[in-house]
């Protein structure tokens, strides 16, 4: 009778991201027995903090790859916040002030994607293409190319304090931000309408959803999540770098994409997406206790990349085999009914 | 009984192809069951059938996209195993399909070679491939220049290509599928002309189309496919095109329709004098409980015009009324709360999210009623499921299938659902019923004038005659974005009334 949910809701959320999972044992099996230091409380604490910002702008990644689009631009984004808050600070500005000043500058370059991409059908990959080499631009000038230093003890605890002593504050932040965005993934009509637009825009459009606004608010809801990478990144390096964001949507992107989604939209979830931030950080930081080169890192982070994303295709296929067999056994039987 | 004379002919000599007892099953569908179908060298034998009869699948399968689950294939007597797009050419099999595979960017010269271009040394060699393109187009006197672009040419011109693509490969089978659904009287001839010409050099053609008046002028032999099965194989000029039609259509279609029910007189919803600039000057009106059909040609306007009530497309003029009252329609989202719903014309591409599973697509109009602040309403949810799943008998194993791996009927029924959900007191359905079996097509026709009998007002956009003359109280004829004809009386409508104010136009 109720067969709208067959398995349990924690059951059906660990299969659906078993790779991932099964990629976290693994290399978590791996890394303890390697070294005594990786499983110990204060290794997991700092690798949480080492992907918090990743996970924080993957978060918004995931909004735009679900839309079938992509934000090119968080990287820059990032380090225009970052750099106009430490300026803020600097110039006299309250502090909580000049932070929110920072995150909201994010929110206006996503809104200005978000409103280009929807309402221009310009493809996304191009316009954020463009607002990353404006907004890389723009930091470059505010600094004149040199970090800005900024130690008001207000700001940098959002980059270096602990809550009861124990939690990095970005972490909480994480967290926080990640409960509220699966939230709106998951439960409200907005993360429902993301889901119809990326898996079929033309049905969306003929469902009578409001294409352009989902688009919009996706697009500006990624560029609020980098102002608030570039803040919490400027806090955590005492300074806002015009460089500091750097590549940091290639990150973004491997993250949401080893967390299960699909680059032509549709499928993914940002409960997969934190998942592949951690599997990125787990793996940096096993590299790290290893002593090993950054560039073995990079080759290891393409290596698990291709076997998530193979693994998940193959998940895939599988399932789908599994369903049209039972369709087509239930039609086998139908048949039989009427001969 | 005409079912033994295809397998005496096929003893005679010269036989190119043979099929024997090929079957093959989709989820919920058995497209082909037991088919057999042979050609000879220089002849012309017709694949006829309905819609969902069975054809495409043929085609697929010679084609080599398909893997039929059982049967043989012999090719010059020889039985060859399975087929892949590749080996299916090497055996000299080549379909002309009903959309053209040229790319529109390129010459024509390098469209006949795309795939095989003449190198020396790893280098095209852009004279021979010239060379070599013109020969070819001369061979089948076609006068086309190869260094054309292809986009600049017509669609008969085009289709021209194919075929002497298809011929430079060697090709002795030629399949065709509905050649001539978009060309030109003069093209027809043209095409008929190299028909007649491949056939000299004994090349065989399988000629799929809906329309039996052609047959006369080129088809050797006919098969018939009806659900999938082998009907009857036939000298065309042994019988009747009325035993032909008999054929196709078999014993069911009597019982294939309900009977119509008598519709209120009350006007539910009328449009007059809508334009959008693809339909202009459009004026009709809906009764409570009617079923109004609206036929017309492909490009006739039928899908832009219900795009244009629905708030798809952008109306300039005219106004919408719903029971005397006059609607603003912008959006979609503002005709549903109008209670007005569309079944779009092509489901996979406009009416399902097929990544996503049943529940979530029948709940796609309806979500912002069924989540309250966050909070999804479940048992509002699977009530309304199960409801829809019990009234339209949707097969499926559970509500987390995914869309795409439902048969065509079962999907029709989801988008159905989907729609309905919104309760709607004007219903649009654009073309409901395209490939979809005729079991399903039966049942569809079931629902449609249930709920007309409930006091529904709908609205039935169909290329398919027998539909809209069985289903529909009155029936709007269309073309070049006008209505030509409003047929108010019931029994004025008939297949030959139809059609003749279809291509009668606008010369009324």
Redesign the interface.
């Known amino acids: 009778m109720n067969n709208l949910k067959t398995k349990s809701g924690v059951v059906n959320y660990f299969s659906k991201y078993l790779g991932v999972y099964a990629f976290l044992c693994i290399m978590v099996i791996g890394m303890t027995m390697i070294s005594d230091k990786f499983l110990t409380v204060s290794n997991v604490l700092n690798i949480l903090r080492q992907i918090s910002v990743n996970a924080i702008i993957a978060f918004g990644m995931t909004y735009c790859i679900l839309l079938g689009g992509i934000d090119l631009s968080v990287g820059a984004v990032i380090c225009v916040s970052g750099v106009l808050t430490a300026l803020m600070i600097n110039a006299g500005v309250n502090v909580y002030a000049a932070m929110l000043g920072g995150i909201l500058t994010g929110s206006v370059a996503g809104m200005f994607n978000g409103a280009l991409i929807s309402r221009t059908g310009i493809p996304a990959f191009v316009v954020t293409l463009c607002s990353q080499s404006i907004c890389n631009g723009l930091a470059y000038i505010i600094t004149t190319g040199k970090p800005i230093a900024c130690n008001n003890e207000t700001f940098t605890v959002f980059g270096n304090g602990y809550i009861a002593n124990a939690i990095p504050v970005p972490v909480v932040i994480m967290l926080i931000i990640f409960a509220l965005v699966l939230f709106l993934l998951v439960k409200t009509t907005f993360g429902k309408y993301i889901y119809a637009i990326g898996g079929n825009r033309d049905c969306a459009r003929y469902a009578g959803i409001n294409i352009e606004r989902v688009e919009t608010l996706a697009y500006t809801l990624s560029g609020t999540l980098a102002g608030v990478a570039g803040v919490i990144l400027a806090a955590r390096m005492y300074s806002g770098q015009p460089n500091a964001g750097d590549g940091y949507e290639l990150n973004a992107i491997a993250a949401t994409v080893i967390g299960g989604a699909s680059m032509t939209g549709g499928i993914g979830s940002v409960a997969g997406t934190i998942l592949g931030a951690l599997v990125i950080g787990i793996m940096n930081n096993g590299l790290n206790l290893m002593k090993a080169q950054y560039y073995y890192q990079t080759i290891a982070k393409g290596v698990v990349i291709l076997a998530a994303v193979l693994l998940d295709t193959y998940k895939r296929k599988m399932e789908s085999r599994r369903q049209l067999e039972a369709a087509a056994r239930m039609a086998e039987k139908d048949s039989g009914k009427t001969d | 009984m005409t079912a033994g004379m295809g397998k005496e002919d096929a003893m005679e000599e010269g036989l190119l192809f043979r099929a024997k007892g090929i079957s093959k099953?989709?989820?919920?569908?058995?497209a082909l069951q037991n088919v057999d179908f042979d050609l000879k060298a220089g002849e012309v034998h017709a694949l006829l059938g309905e819609n969902g009869a069975g054809k495409s699948t043929f085609i697929k399968i010679l084609g080599g996209s398909y893997r039929p689950d059982a049967g043989s294939i012999e090719i010059d007597g020889k039985v060859v195993g399975q087929m892949s797009i590749q080996s299916s050419r090497n055996y000299g099999i080549s379909v002309v399909h009903q959309e053209l595979c040229l790319a529109p960017n390129m010459r024509v010269y390098e469209n006949i070679l795309l795939g095989r271009e003449l190198k020396r040394m790893g280098i095209c060699w852009e004279k021979e491939m010239i060379a070599y393109a013109a020969q070819a187009l001369e061979h089948l006197n076609l006068k086309i220049d190869p260094l054309e672009m292809t986009d600049k040419l017509s669609t008969g011109k085009r289709q021209m290509i194919e075929i002497a693509k298809a011929v430079s490969y060697g090709a002795r089978i030629i399949v065709m599928d509905e050649p001539t659904s978009s060309l030109s009287e003069n093209e027809v001839d043209a095409l008929f002309e190299t028909i007649y010409m491949l056939k000299k050099r004994g090349v065989g053609i399988i000629y799929i189309s809906h329309r039996l008046e052609e047959l006369a002028t080129i088809a050797d032999r006919v098969t018939v496919l009806r659900d999938g099965q082998w009907v009857g194989t036939v000298n065309y000029h042994d019988v009747t095109r009325e035993e032909i039609i008999r054929m196709m259509v078999g014993r069911e279609m009597a019982d294939m329709y309900p009977s119509k029910q008598p519709c209120g007189k009350e006007v539910v919803f009328k449009v007059a004098g809508l334009a959008s600039g693809k339909v202009n000057d459009i004026s009709f009106e809906v009764r409570k409980g009617e079923i109004l059909g609206f036929f017309g040609l492909v490009g006739a306007g039928r899908t832009e015009l219900m795009d244009a009530v629905?708030g798809?497309d952008k109306v300039f003029s005219g106004t919408i009324e719903m029971e005397g009252k006059q609607l603003r329609i912008r959006?979609?989202?503002d005709?549903?709360e109008y209670n007005i719903a569309?079944v779009?014309e092509e489901r996979k591409?406009?009416?399902?999210?097929?990544?996503?599973d049943l529940?979530?697509n029948m709940?796609?109009?309806v979500?912002?009623k069924l989540?309250k602040r966050?909070?999804?309403d479940?048992k509002r949810?699977?009530d309304m499921?199960e409801y829809y799943k019990n009234k339209f008998q949707i097969?499926?194993?559970?509500?987390?299938?995914?869309a795409?791996?439902?048969?065509g009927g079962n999907q029709q029924k989801v988008v159905l659902s989907?729609e309905l959900s919104v309760n709607p007191r004007l219903l649009i359905l654009d073309e409901p019923t395209r490939g979809i079996d005729i079991g399903a097509k039966a049942e569809i026709y079931k629902i449609i004038s249930g709920l007309a009998a409930e006091g529904m007002s709908v609205i039935c956009v169909s290329s398919e005659l027998p539909e809209i003359v069985n289903l529909c109280h009155r029936v709007c004829v269309m073309s070049d974005g006008r209505i030509v004809k409003t047929i108010d009386r019931e029994e004025e409508i008939t297949q030959e009334r139809i059609m003749e104010y279809t291509l009668g136009g606008g010369h009324e």
């Not at chain 2, 099953?25 to 058995?30: A, C, E, N, R």
């Not at chain 2, 097969?395 to 995914?402: D, E, G, V």
């Not at chain 2, 795409?404 to 048969?407: A, C, D, T, Y």
């Open positions: 099953s989709f989820p919920g569908v058995k629905f798809v959006s979609p989202r005709a549903m569309l779009p591409r406009n009416g399902l999210v097929l990544i996503q529940a979530f709940s796609l109009c979500y912002h989540i966050g909070r999804l479940k949810q699977r499921l097969k499926t194993p559970s509500f987390r299938q995914m795409g791996n439902l048969s989907k």
